[in-house]
């Protein structure tokens, strides 16, 4: 079946075939008519115009249909467009609101990420990279817990010392109010049984203290409508808490995701608890096995009793004051102490001879650094500090032994040892010599310096002997 939309067409062009052929045929009666001056009816004279007429017509009729078909087109693409627009911008709409949700989840995410950064952050400095006294470790959770929980007014850190609550760092309070209240250690484990967000309003404090003491409570706390609670414990030890707390004003709440970060922070305190216990032990531990190690090389050689504690003393001095960790600085004294534990390999004879050696002893002697760092390798806690045994006899020039090492291809704290080694050597007898003097030991010092030594630690040392001297208090030997 032909659709109405066909049937239309062929109608219109059939109209334009009729219309192409009236105008074409009356033009050319009009043609003839002046031509020969009168009317020409005859069809034979028409029938060319009534058909080219009527082709024209029908070919300009078909390019009008061509066009209003274009043009229909056109308008029902430009509909469907201007559909699909507003579907577009309502789709862009909730895309711009999505892209917003989304900015404001990612700005959450990334402070909650710096937030666990710092936290993780702080792992290593706590108990592991260097040793805080319990008081320096709460200040700096203190401080760490304000980095990262930033929505607070007042807060305090503190211990239970004898029953009472003893601040560490406070912020709001009132310090020397709080340490002459002398707030009982029960009482706020009753107010405060848990890590929670208490509000003060449903505080029951006002039931447990009387109201003489209360009157001076409050004078000495700030006026808060909420506080974020974390108890510090180890091993289900209560040993104090830390307060954050919202003052009355502040529009702002705490909520669970920060106590889950005061939560998490508790974990780092125990850590920190019991890496002091474990490392107490170890400590101990370590003591034994270098004062064993230390007294077994005093029984091999009589000479170097009393030089490995001058060794580690001038040492540890020195990293002092070059403000080397207090890690580092124990390391440099327990290397003084057992930097020529390899003499033990060398027999007794040849260790106390007061006789030149030969070439051949010499060489065995030269065997000391690097024996003594093998046996240092096979003990874990000790392992550390065997380079510097092994290369305390390198020469900033290069040519010590055993390795030629040069320069800084010597480590600071072997640099050290080197120093301490040598001028602790010349200022005590040796079987094959007697001491020189302080005078004459530091001249030697000088006039290798660059040769043997670091320029750096010669200038350290010198500036240092200059100032504090040497005092040796358990040989009682200035040196």
């Known amino acids: 079946m032909i659709s109405n939309s066909n049937k239309n067409d062929v109608i219109e062009l059939i109209k334009g075939f009729l219309i192409g052929a009236i105008i074409l045929s009356v033009f050319s009666a009009t043609q003839k008519f002046f031509t020969y001056n009168k009317i ?23 390019l009008f249909i061509k066009r209003k078909n274009l043009i229909d087109e056109i308008k029902k693409d430009y509909e469907e467009m201007t559909e699909q627009k507003d579907e577009i911008e309502a789709l862009y709409s909730q895309l711009e609101a999505y892209s917003q949700n989304i900015d404001a989840l990612n700005n959450e995410l990334n402070f909650n990420i710096k937030k666990y950064e710092l936290i993780i952050g702080s792992i290593s400095d706590f108990s592991i990279t260097k040793k805080y006294s319990e008081k320096e470790f709460l200040s700096e959770i203190y401080n760490l817990i ?19 609550v003893k601040p560490i760092e406070v912020d709001g309070y009132d310090y020397k109010g709080l340490i002459d209240f002398k707030l009982e250690e029960s009482i706020v484990n009753k107010i405060y049984p848990e890590n929670n967000i208490y509000k003060i309003e449903n505080s029951s404090i006002k039931l447990i203290i009387d109201q003489n003491r209360m009157d001076q409570f409050v004078k000495i706390v700030p006026n808060s409508k909420e506080i974020l609670y974390l108890r510090l414990e180890f091993k289900n030890k209560l040993i104090g808490g830390l307060f954050l707390e919202l003052d009355i004003k502040n529009n702002e709440s705490y909520n669970e995701n920060d106590l889950k970060v005061m939560e998490a922070i508790s974990s780092i ?3 920190y608890y019991e890496a002091n216990v474990y490392q107490e032990f170890e400590e101990n531990k370590l003591i034994e096995i270098v004062e064993a190690m230390t007294n077994m090389l005093e029984f091999h050689d009589k000479y170097t009793k009393g030089h490995s504690l001058g060794v580690a003393d001038i040492a540890s001095r020195i990293g002092k004051y070059l403000k080397m960790s207090s890690r580092e600085v124990n390391d440099l004294y327990l290397t003084g102490l057992l930097h020529d534990i390899g003499k033990t390999f060398i027999p007794y004879e040849l260790l106390n001879k007061t006789d030149k050696l030969t070439d051949e002893e010499y060489e065995i002697v030269k065997e000391h650094p690097s024996n003594g760092a093998k046996v240092l390798q096979s003990i874990n806690s000790l392992a550390k500090i065997r380079i510097s045994v092994k ?10 032994y055993p390795s030629g090492l040069k320069g800084d291809e010597i480590s600071l704290e072997t640099q050290i040892i080197s120093v301490a080694d040598a001028y602790d050597a010349m200022t005590t007898d040796r079987p094959y010599r007697k001491s020189l003097s302080k005078e004459n030991a530091i001249q030697e010092i000088k006039n290798n310096c660059g040769k043997q030594f ?23 030997r200035t040196f």
Request: aromatic content about 14%; hydrophobic content about 40%.
């Open 146 to 164: 304000k980095d990262i929980i930033y929505k607070f007014d007042s807060g305090m850190i503190f211990i239970f010392e004898n029953g009472f």
């Open 454 to 476: 670091s320029p750096k630690i010669c200038e350290v040392f010198l500036k240092l002997l200059d100032e504090e001297g040497f005092v040796n208090k358990e040989l009682n």
């Open 269 to 271: 305190i125990e850590s």
């Open 391 to 400: 290369h305390h006899h390198e020469r900033w020039d290069g040519k010590g």
């Open 40 to 62: 020409v009816i005859e069809l034979k004279f028409y029938i060319v115009p009534i058909l080219f007429g009527g082709i024209t017509g029908t070919i300009i009729k078909k």
